[in-house]
């Protein structure tokens, strides 16, 4: 995986499952952001999300590119660009669509927290 503090970007199915699974084990919270390179908005927001990775070194952050990994995309049934979607141990917690700066940090410090069992 890419170093603490940095937006892990695929380029391949290959490579995006191979690392969803060790993010997965690693039992961290993981954010990956469905974008386009043609996508004004996903260019607005990459840098507040490569920010957010270099601020929250808990959390695995992934790009993923919609056209480059179409089936990827599909998988996760993204509609709209910017689509982030927050998951945990494989399991989706939430999803946001848009360049919702606000949004995703309140998702970000929701979900990035462990409740522990009562």
Known sequence: MAAEGEVIACHTVEDWTEKLKAANESKKLIVIDFTATWCPPC??????????????????FFKVDVDELNTVAEEFKVQAMPTF??????????????AAKEEIIANLEKHKTVVAAA
């Open 43 to 60: 260019r607005f927001i990459a840098p507040v999300f490569a920010d957010l990775a270099k601020k929250h070194l808990d959390v695995v």
């Open 85 to 98: 979607i927050f998951m945990k141990e494989g399991e989706i917690k939430e999803t946001v669509v848009g």
